[in-house]
């Protein structure tokens, strides 16, 4: 078995790891030996942590990855949105399976990256992209199958879930965010995991997954964790609440609200006591009842487990795809109603009220911080 | 498809309505019709719900289902362990799939049965015999090829965790076990249940699986909820402590050890919250971290839903097997030390000591009530 590998960052690189350190058990699964011919990066001659790079099979160029007809299964863990797409796209045309960690291009090109995989008669795996090494994709998979699934929501983002523990701790908000980086736990632009962006991919994927339609991110109600100070996290523990960013779908008949937000969640919510870098998503279904699953959001090892999981799958599964529902449901995202917390930084003043969620974003809009009460 | 039901109590009525339910899907899924060719029963005769039994193609002859070649898949859901093999074995040396609930007899067949499904060349899946509906099982057949899984420990017999949770709110012991058995949460006898011995055998089959060898049942300590009191509760509570009964499975790289016990948890242990009857399983595995996984560990959806979802692996994906490892771990269940609280029942003497597991079981043999502190 062939493979190669898009990017040797931190996932690829655990990629690599974990090829290296259960090779007999990965190659006796498949019933042959394991190569990995290539590794695409961008400088052949930057150093990489403790890797002989002379010994890896590292090239700059795509082509000749495409090109190789030997190469079987290639895993795609850049980050980059428009080169993802455009090298999944020609992959898959190439027949080659894809197993991808890269949130932002499933996340954009949902049904038509199944399309060319199906067309193909690949799979296109892609247990990476959300929650990390908690097996979530798979089991939903079939839930999808056998439920109306109600509801899901939980913590996608184990970055910001590691600052909001931490701040929750009334540790300086500085200290936080320069030793999460300093950690490897925030990027060295964090903007995609502060801003919420990064959960709303997330939670836009499980919704292509169970809604079974087109979900533009860019349409999800969004607030990150930015404005969050001091101040709201003691208001928070005065009320025996805890500060989480939660992803939120809920769906009924003939409509669904997605959001992610900063929420403050009662002690008795089992979100609340997720701590760290972990993430934890709650499911109902019709038939299955209330699950959660809990685990490692992200990471080296954990994500690049999901990979080798999905690995196991293309080589023991027929290839099996998402496809659009024939109905398509209402985005009531905005007109949904909860209480929130708004404080106006000038004044200082709290208010808490119930509003919708579209003037929930129009304060936060005028400088107001926004939260949640859940 | 033609398929077969063996049991029509209530998992086996579930398979029945899901189909019922979710045809449609089903039978995309399939890529053709599926059609319930035959169920055994014990008497075809007996009123079964709100079924209208002449519709339904019911048998007393399990030959019937061996000698029809037209069946290519079997719901084995009774809970007889002598049958539930014996049949399972014939089913599968007929090359039929075949899809457990029954755990007696997987926990006791373990092997046996996968080797006889191996050279027919057909899955055997039993992903119900385990937390009802969680997604447990075909995660960890992946899981456990990607890690050195520690531990797994956690609730995994829901009507104990009931009346654990129950008890724990000061209810008279009569009243709560008789309303559990108008529930339907316990058999009419209840024994396997609250004597740990369907615990005993959930934990078996993971052992067997993460383990890769032969586990024997009555080599697990168990300790079930029998002797538990008012003043056992009240201590627990005056420690802020919560009684649960844990499962709990440990290894390293030459021993392993199990126990089925009464637990004391504090406050801050996820499982001291899974109320009802829940199921929870926490994991650890050196690559993956630590996991967990909650839902609803039986009743009839949650478990049929289990059956099914094992169903759509059936039609998807290659048979797997389960294999003995080359090198034997030694069992040091019983020489494991913990901190236990024994209560001698005629002097109503409380003592809280560390010893072993071993002399904890001989307490327990003296009549002491006997619970692990976690």
Redesign the interface.
């Known amino acids: 078995m062939n493979i190669a590998i898009l990017g040797f960052g931190t996932v690829g690189q655990g990629v690599y790891r974990?090829l290296d350190?259960?090779r007999a058990?990965?190659e006796e699964?498949s019933g042959e030996k394991i190569f990995v011919r290539k590794i695409l990066v961008r400088d052949t001659q930057k150093k990489r942590g403790d890797f002989s790079t002379g010994l890896l099979p590292l090239t700059e160029s795509f082509n000749d990855i495409l090109a190789d007809e030997s190469i079987d299964v290639v895993f795609e863990v850049m980050s980059d949105k428009a080169k993802g797409i455009e090298y999944s796209r020609q992959l898959l045309a190439q027949s080659k399976h894809v197993i991808s960690a890269n949130k932002a291009a499933i996340a954009a090109a949902f049904f038509e990256l199944q399309d060319t995989a199906e067309k193909a008669g690949v799979h296109l795996r892609f247990e990476a992209s959300v929650a990390g090494?908690?097996?979530l994709i798979?089991?939903l998979s079939?839930?999808r199958?056998?439920?109306a699934v109600t509801g899901l929501r939980g913590i996608i983002n184990g970055s910001t879930n590691y600052i909001l523990s931490e701040l929750s701790n009334e540790r300086p908000h500085k200290e936080v965010m320069s030793e999460a980086k300093t950690l490897g736990v925030l990027e060295e632009d964090p903007t995609d995991d502060v801003e919420g962006y990064d959960a709303r991919r997330k939670i836009a994927i499980l919704a292509a997954i169970v809604l079974a339609q087109e979900i533009e991110g860019k349409n999800i109600p969004t607030i990150g964790i930015t404005g969050l100070a001091e101040e709201d996290f003691l208001w928070a523990k005065s009320e025996n609440r805890t500060l989480k960013l939660i992803a939120s779908l809920a769906q009924d008949d003939s409509s669904y609200q997605l959001s992610v937000l900063p929420t403050a969640l009662t002690a008795s919510n089992?979100l609340a006591?997720v701590g760290g870098v972990k993430n934890q998503i709650q499911m109902t279904?019709d038939?299955?009842?209330?699950?959660?699953?809990?685990?490692?959001g992200g990471?080296m090892?954990?994500t690049?487990?999901a990979l080798?999981?999905d690995y196991?799958?293309v080589i023991?599964?027929?290839p099996?795809y998402y496809y659009k529902g024939s109905s398509k449901k209402e985005d009531l995202s905005l007109s949904r109603e909860a209480e929130f917390y708004l404080r106006n930084p000038e004044e200082g003043l709290v208010t808490v009220k119930k509003i919708s969620v579209k003037d929930a974003l129009a304060f936060r809009n005028q400088g107001f911080v926004t939260i949640e009460l859940e």
Chains 1, 2 share one sequence.
Do not use: C
């Not at 038939?287 to 490692?296: E, H, K, M, P, R």
């Open positions: 974990i350190e259960r058990v990965l699964q090494g908690i097996p798979d089991p079939k839930i199958h056998l439920n089992p006591g279904g038939t299955i009842g209330s699950l959660a699953f809990y685990g490692s990471g090892y954990p690049a487990h080798w999981a196991l799958e023991g599964s027929k099996a």
